[in-house]
């Protein structure tokens, strides 16, 4: 088969083809314009993929901040209840120990006042001569006292403990409380960046997909253009090629017609007439 004709045929086929799929693509003009327009389409397909991918990076960072910050103040709150805890334990045992050493004490006045009696009596027995008997019994007398007294500071000093261990306890547990909150703030914010990061991951699979089909399209309409270009060219060629024959035919007529006449021939159309045929 000739090339031209194979040439025309492919090109007629070519926009056939285009005219039955819609695109009204008649000419190698138009085509480029679709190229162009798709070129653009795929530029901001790419540039909107892009803008949302950037958006979905900072949001998964803010939001892997936001997670490490709540994890570590439920770590604080786990702290301070085993600290909290461990200050009621400590203000139970003290109870229990201040139940036992009030037996001894019944209570600061009792405490105060053995107090003041074992100062009398301790200087009574450095300033006062006493006969044995009388020493004796001021010693026996001394140690109650000591002990009472001894009793009645420890159970100020259990006592001191429990309350301290109690207003410590209190303070860690508004402690306990505000961070909790600070936690579940955070867990709050987390829930609704995590709907936006959702939302923007679907939206970067439609642009995504979009992109691609875009990108697809673009191709498409290269080949087409390439494949259109190149059946244009043969077919302008093939039309030149014709016209230079048929003006050589002309030329050929011409000289046969002067010959014919005896009339003087140009060198133009001497070569054409004498000339091999392309």
Request: proline share 0%; aromatic share 2%; net charge positive.
């Amino acid at each position: 088969m000739n090339v031209y004709k194979a040439g025309s045929l492919c090109l007629s086929t070519l926009t056939g083809k285009y005219q039955r799929r819609g695109h009204n693509l008649e000419n190698l003009d138009e085509l480029a314009d679709e190229r162009d327009r798709v070129r653009v389409q795929e530029r901001e397909a790419l540039e909107h993929l892009s803008q949302t991918r950037a958006k979905l990076s900072r949001v998964r960072t803010e939001l892997q901040n936001l997670r490490k910050t709540r994890d570590e103040l439920n770590e604080t709150v786990k702290a301070l209840k085993k600290a909290r805890d461990g200050l009621r334990d400590s203000g139970r045992k003290n109870i229990i120990s201040l139940s036992g050493v009030q037996k001894f004490a019944k209570g600061i006045r009792e405490g105060t006042e053995a107090q003041r009696e074992l100062s009398q009596l301790e200087w009574k027995m450095q300033t006062s001569p006493l006969e044995k008997e009388e020493e004796k019994r001021l010693m026996v007398k001394i140690r109650v006292l000591e002990t009472k007294v001894a009793a009645q500071k420890r159970t100020q000093r259990l006592q001191d403990n429990v309350i301290k261990n109690r207003q410590e306890a209190d303070e860690l547990h508004m402690k306990i409380q505000e961070v909790a909150a600070r936690s579940q703030a955070h867990h709050e914010e987390i829930v609704k960046l995590g709907e936006v990061f959702q939302a923007l991951r679907t939206k970067a699979d439609e642009q995504k997909k979009i992109l691609d089909e875009v990108q697809a399209r673009s191709a498409e309409i290269r080949q087409k253009f390439f494949s259109m270009r190149t059946i244009t060219a043969v077919a302008e060629r093939k039309a030149q090629m014709e016209k230079e024959k048929a003006h050589k035919q002309s030329l050929r007529k011409e000289a046969q017609r002067k010959l014919s006449q005896g009339g003087r021939v140009s060198l133009e159309e001497l070569e054409a007439l004498y000339g091999d045929d392309e």
